[in-house]
């Protein structure tokens, strides 16, 4: 029962799709910071190779960079690929490399669309499809692997902007990750969702000029999120404190879903 078991991930292995900046970078370095070897992802190299140097240097554990565009067919297929050809298995597979485009509804285009739909939803679907054998090769009834997709509270909400594929997208993550979770906990993977509400990032940084003061305002926490938030919420689900948790999508968004109708009234 002592914490050191309870959330115990050293030695595991961990893919961080996304890795080189944001929220993929926050649980990238919870699990580095407690004795995991990281694999992060991002399609540019300079940046995710600076990256991945900076956190192993940081945190003194292994983080290695592969730069892929997983918006592709072709890219997935290297990505795992270039896994295989280092791993014989793989613990936690956090499927979190995601894109936003926001266009009026009259104009929105359907690149707006294709992107974000081939990115968040498709790639995590043959993602998870891909790297099945690696996550059953470290998978037991004591201890299963572990697969997290990053949704959002745009999946759970009617967000406010004009982010159309962007909410449907996220719904979609959530309800893949109850039919993944369906088959894969017979086969002792266990998948789960996080619902991210304001995290402060490349992604909501670019929709409000890198000012949270008003985000922060509004949400019932006075705040947005911080890396211990992620990275702790993250490390539970993948740790033997969540390994009955199954299929959950699990919002880290300060109360903003589930306080609403209180606040509005
Ligand atoms: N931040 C928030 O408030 C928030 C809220 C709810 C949900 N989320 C979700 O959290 C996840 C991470 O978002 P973030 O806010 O941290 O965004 P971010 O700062 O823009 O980071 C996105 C990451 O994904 C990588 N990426 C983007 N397109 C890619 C592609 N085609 N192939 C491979 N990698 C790609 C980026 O690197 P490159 O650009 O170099 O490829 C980067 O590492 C997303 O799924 C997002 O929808 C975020």
């Not at 940046?47 to 592709?72: M, T």
């Not at 305002?217 to 938030?229: A, F, L, Q, S």
Request: glycine share 8%; net charge neutral.
């Amino acid at each position: 029962m002592k914490i050191d078991n309870l959330f115990n991930i050293q030695d595991k292995v961990a893919i961080v799709t996304g890795g080189s900046r944001g929220i993929g970078e926050m649980i990238a370095a919870g699990f580095l910071a407690n004795g995991a070897k990281v694999y992060i992802s991002a399609r540019k190299a300079p940046a995710l190779v600076d990256k991945a140097k900076e956190l192993s240097d940081k945190y003194n554990q292994e983080c290695i960079p592969i730069s892929c565009d997983l918006s592709s067919m072709n890219g997935i297929e290297e990505f795992t690929n270039e896994i295989q050809n280092k791993e014989k298995g793989i613990d936690f597979l956090i499927n979190n490399a995601g894109a936003a485009w926001g266009e009026p509804l009259e104009s929105f285009s359907e690149g707006g669309w294709d992107k974000v739909m081939d990115l968040n939803v498709k790639s995590l679907f043959f993602l998870t499809q891909k790297f099945k054998n690696l996550l059953l090769n470290n998978a037991s009834v004591e201890d299963p692997s572990r697969v997290i997709n990053i949704g959002s509270i745009d999946g759970l909400n009617v967000p406010s902007m004009e982010t159309y594929s962007y909410g449907a997208s996220k719904a979609a993550v959530h309800h893949l990750t109850r039919v993944l979770a369906a088959k894969l906990v017979k086969e002792n993977i266990l998948v789960n969702a996080i619902a991210p509400g304001p995290y402060p990032s490349a992604m909501l940084g670019s929709a409000v000029n890198h000012d949270y003061s008003e985000i922060a305002k509004r949400n019932p926490r006075k705040r947005v999120g911080t890396p211990e938030d992620m990275a702790g919420l993250a490390i539970f689900l993948c740790s033997r404190a969540g390994a009955y948790t199954v299929g959950e999508t699990i919002t880290s968004d300060g109360g903003i879903v589930k306080t609403a109708s209180h606040n509005l009234s």
